[in-house]
């Protein structure tokens, strides 16, 4: 008994030494450019549509060039923080995209103006995109990794519920160039400053002498090379299990709320399901960070990236019943929530931290690839059929082939100095 209750308890030593860094990363993630443009848009696409008579569906295109950047920067910033170090790259990235959104205060005339900035964006920030923050967390929290990423990851809820109503202020008070400067006051006013004060290594992963002295060594950091991560089959099946999964999910976010309106729920009902859905999604992420340090993480994952399949089978079925769609719902978004947690833990536990910023680059510029298609293959599904059931039986497919996957990763191997040794 006593020996149960001691796995089900959480040690909280890692969070008194590490705390500091949970709470920047919580920050960093929550203001990190990919949340707060994809969250904060909604309240400029009116503000630009009036200002510049650019139309809707042409705003939408922006976020196309946000993820499509955000590949590409995902794929340079492992390599920037290897050679330059961590630390130095996200406080240049920091003041680099404060520049880069005050900078966007000077779009107009053509919308190309507004993809440019979209495109410019994250590479500016490429150090202080969400990749930099779960490295961080990887490296300081080893028996509770799953908890401290859900906690560091929840950062983009506060965010979905922060920013518009923050961004929609400044709006009011002068026009839509007020967005891109309160973005730019976070970044270099917040971020900065907390960075310079609490961003560090753990002493034992830092180099002490030459000229990298304080940087992060690798020598010390057990896993895999970026050679030998990508010529794992292992991470690959981990790419396009996670791939499938999301590109499922975004597309069901971008869906829910019209497959709603089309099954005759009003406009107020179908927002209050949908928030269902959000509220999930945090507490998914939580509890999946928490299972995830005490049960093999490969059936965790699994169970938790099935649970949308189930809520997609509810919405194919004929009824439109408030309390069954907000069931649906919430399956949908406890998946919603897990998806980014077990990501960045699964590469971290079967490829190592060596090269962690590279190889989890590599896979969330798969998964943002998949993200960005998502919408485009649901909307040809609705435009050849006329409904959503397409898409539906698409998300089921995904959602469950995905989590079989993961299922076929076994044991996480033992790491032991600079290479693997499977068990």
Same mark, same amino acid.
Not at 202 to 212: D, E, F, R
Not at 333 to 341: L, N, S, Y
Not at 383 to 411: E, N, Q
């Given at each position: 008994m006593h020996s149960s209750k001691s796995e089900a308890a959480v040690d909280l030593a890692e969070f008194r030494v590490g705390w500091r860094i949970l709470l920047l990363s919580l920050i960093g993630i929550a203001i990190s450019i990919n949340a707060s443009l994809l969250y904060g848009f909604g309240t400029l696409v009116i503000p630009l549509e009036e200002a510049f008579g650019w139309e809707r569906g042409a705003l939408q295109a922006a976020i196309t060039f946000l993820f499509g950047?955000?590949?590409?920067? &995902?794929? +340079?910033?492992?390599? /920037?923080?290897?050679?330059?170090?961590?630390?130095? %790259?996200?406080?240049?990235? =920091?003041?680099?995209?404060?520049?880069?959104?005050?900078?966007?205060?000077?779009?107009?005339?053509?919308?190309?103006?507004?993809?440019?900035?979209?495109?410019?964006?994250?590479?500016?920030?490429?150090?202080?995109?969400?990749?930099?923050?779960?490295?961080?967390?990887?490296?300081?929290?080893?028996?509770?990794?799953? &908890?401290? +990423?859900?906690?560091? /990851?929840?950062?983009?809820?506060?965010?979905?519920? %922060?920013?518009?109503?923050? =961004?929609?202020?400044g709006i009011s008070l002068w026009d839509w160039r007020a967005a891109f400067v309160i973005l730019a006051l976070l970044n270099i006013a917040v971020l900065l400053p907390i960075t310079?004060?609490?961003?560090?290594?753990?002493?034992?992963?830092?180099?002490?002498?030459?000229?990298?002295?304080?940087q992060l060594n690798t020598s010390q950091l057990p896993g895999m090379t970026f050679k030998e991560g990508l010529s794992s089959k292992k991470f690959w099946v981990c790419n396009l299990a996670l791939s499938l999964v999301i590109s499922a999910?975004?597309?069901?976010?971008t869906s829910t709320v019209p497959m709603l309106r089309d099954k005759g729920i009003s406009a107020e009902d179908a927002s209050l399901i949908f928030g269902c859905f959000g509220i999930s999604l945090t507490g998914g992420r939580v509890i999946i960070g928490y299972l995830l340090d005490r049960v093999w993480p490969p059936l965790v994952s699994a169970i938790s990236l099935t649970m949308p399949a189930i809520g997609c089978l509810i919405f194919l079925g004929n009824s439109n019943d408030f309390w069954l769609m907000a069931l649906a719902a919430v399956l949908?978004?406890?998946?919603?929530?897990?998806?980014?947690?077990i990501a960045a833990f699964l590469v971290a536990r079967y490829f190592g931290m060596k090269e962690y910023g590279r190889l989890f680059g590599v896979h969330q510029g798969l998964n943002t690839v998949a993200a960005a298609l998502a919408p485009l293959l649901f909307g040809a599904f609705?435009?050849?059929?006329?409904?959503?059931?397409?898409?539906?039986?698409?998300?089921?497919?995904?959602?469950?082939?995905?989590?079989?996957?993961?299922?076929?990763?076994?044991?996480?191997?033992n790491f032991n100095g600079a290479g693997a040794v499977s068990r």
């Open positions: 950047s955000a590949v590409i920067s &995902l794929q +340079l910033v492992g390599w /920037l923080n290897l050679r330059f170090g961590m630390k130095r %790259v996200t406080v240049i990235s =920091l003041i680099a995209i404060s520049i880069g959104y005050l900078a966007t205060t000077q779009i107009g005339g053509s919308i190309w103006t507004l993809y440019l900035a979209f495109a410019l964006l994250p590479l500016l920030g490429m150090g202080c995109l969400a990749v930099t923050w779960t490295q961080l967390l990887n490296m300081w929290f080893d028996k509770n990794r799953g &908890l401290a +990423l859900a906690i560091g /990851l929840s950062g983009t809820g506060l965010t979905a519920a %922060v920013l518009p109503p923050m =961004l929609s202020w310079l004060l609490w961003f560090s290594l753990p002493q034992k992963l830092k180099a002490q002498t030459g000229p990298k002295a304080g999910i975004v597309g069901l976010v949908v978004g406890f998946g919603a929530g897990a998806e980014f947690d609705l435009t050849a059929t006329g409904s959503y059931s397409s898409m539906l039986v698409y998300s089921v497919i995904c959602t469950i082939l995905g989590p079989i996957l993961i299922l076929t990763l076994g044991r996480a191997p």
